[in-house]
Each structure stands twice: as C-alpha cells, then as structure tokens.
C-alpha cells in the first residue's frame, strides 16, 4: 500500500456525518470520502465550574448539538465533566465557552497515549542578559486513537494572515531553529510522511488544524513540531513557530487541584497562559 494511502492527510475544515444518532468526524475535502468509517472514540476529562443542575443541563444541552460527542457525564462536586466522542477537544471547549463557562482539559485517551505541543516564537540564538519566556502562539494536542490512527488538534493565535505548514521535526533542540531541529521526520524506517498539513490564518491571526496522522504517539514525543508561513524567503519571529512534543495526562490520570510546584490552583493557571496567548 502506497504511503498516499496509510497517511490519513489533515485538511483545515472538518466536516460531520451522521449515521443513526452517532455522529463522527470525517475529512473534507478528502479523497477517501468514498471509504468513511467510523472513528474510534476516546474518552477525556474536563474540569468546568458548575453550580448547580441548570448548569449540567446548560453544558449538556450545547454539547448535545456538536457532532462527535456520544456521552457526556458530569460531577458537581468534582466540577468535572466526561465525555466519549470524536470531537476534537479544542471544539468541545470552545463550546463550553459559548455558554459563559471556562474549561480546561485534566486528561484525554489511555495512559501513554496524548501528547501536546505547546508553540511558541523561536528564541534568538543569544539568550538576552534577562530571561524572557517566548509569547506563546498555539497549542497542538495528539490523542492516539488506535495503532493507525492519532488525533491531531492544533490551534494557533497572534500571527499575521497566510498560509501556513506544519510538520514534525527529527530532534525537539529549538537552541537555533529551525536548523537544529533537523529535516522533516518520516518515522525511525522512513516509512512515514512528516507533514502534519497545511492551514490558514485568518485576519484576527487564528487559525487551526485538524485531522488524522498515522503517527503512534510514542514516536512524536521528544520531537520537535514546525510551523512556518508559507511564501516568505526569509522567516522572521512572526512567521515561524516551534515547540517539542511532551506526553500529558490520559484520563483520569490528573486530578490535581493545586499545582505542587507554583501553588496555584488550576484556574489561577489557566488565566496565565490565556494571558500568555495560549488558547
């Protein structure tokens, strides 16, 4: 079988089907629309401040509308929520969101099997006298959903309109990118195509990526992921961004409430690295 056909591409839009009351997520465009299938479904765990039944009842009834979700369970006390879909998990939270409410991801898949990617500006190749953290420009998470398929959800923000391509880098050494990250990986055989897709940044300077690659997650971690905009010779900090694959939590397995190294709570983190430009 061809490469063309073990690599599942990744396309910008993503489009719904429906057989029954399953809902599931399929490529558009894509040419293996005439071999859909259902995907795999994946469990994740979603931390929500909830009141009350009104709000389960809220939360529940906007996630009932987008495709891909076939469970949802909650826990008040926990302020906790489940769900089982397909959906990729920047649209479950931007859905939370459109009801009044913040969300942050605890845990996604099996145990050993999400990664994330948070990018970021490339540092200069001489760190300044004080120390900077990079702005932050976006956030990859990787959900493996079976052996042959990998749930690639990407998010950027803050950059200038175009097109963009991302891929997945032969070392995760961002100390003078892009050179030190090496060429495009194609896995430890070669059999493998590095090119995670293409996509577009709008005029508010968002854009995001979602599909499938044939990626285990194992493979990408420690790697380092690329963005660059497409039909600039020369790259400058605001048409280059860079991060290295770390593994996270599957489900279930993050439950803290304080951060054991910054002391802060979970939501006094989630306002930093909104603040930093993470979505």
């Not at 490469?3 to 399953?22: D, M, P």
């Not at 009141?51 to 302020?79: M, N, R």
């Not at 998010?155 to 003078?176: E, F, H, M, V, W």
């Amino acid at each position: 079988m061809s490469n063309l056909l073990l690599k599942r591409s990744i396309y910008t839009s993503v489009a719904c089907l429906s057989t029954g009351s399953l809902y599931y997520y399929t490529l558009s465009p894509s040419p293996f629309t005439k071999r859909e299938k259902m995907l795999p479904a994946y469990e994740a765990t979603f931390s929500v401040p909830m009141h009350c039944d009104a709000c389960i009842k809220d939360i529940s009834g906007a996630l009932s509308k987008l495709p891909g979700v076939q469970e949802t369970d909650f826990s008040l006390p926990k302020q906790l929520l489940t769900t089982t879909s397909t959906t990729p998990p920047s649209a479950i939270i931007s859905t939370i969101q459109d009801t009044g409410r913040a969300a942050i991801l605890r845990g996604s898949g099996k145990a050993n099997s999400a990664a994330v990617c948070i990018l970021e500006t490339p540092p200069p190749p001489t760190p300044p006298s004080v120390p900077e953290a990079s702005p932050v420009r976006g956030l990859a998470r990787l959900i493996e959903l079976s052996d042959r398929i990998t749930l690639l959800d990407m998010t950027l923000t803050s950059l200038p309109k175009g097109s963009y391509k991302a891929s997945i880098r032969q070392s995760g050494d961002i100390s003078n990118v892009p050179g030190s990250m090496g060429g495009v990986f194609t896995g430890l055989e070669g059999d493998k195509t590095g090119d995670l897709g293409k996509l577009e940044v709008d005029e508010t300077g968002r854009g995001s990526l979602v599909g499938e690659v044939d990626w285990r997650v194992w493979e990408m971690v420690g790697r380092g992921v690329v963005v660059e905009r497409l039909g600039v010779e020369k790259q400058g900090g605001n048409g280059l961004v860079v991060g290295v694959v770390a593994r996270s939590a599957g489900v279930w397995e993050n439950e803290k409430v304080v951060c054991g190294c910054s002391g802060k709570t979970v939501w006094e983190e989630r306002e930093e690295m909104v603040g930093k430009g993470m979505l």
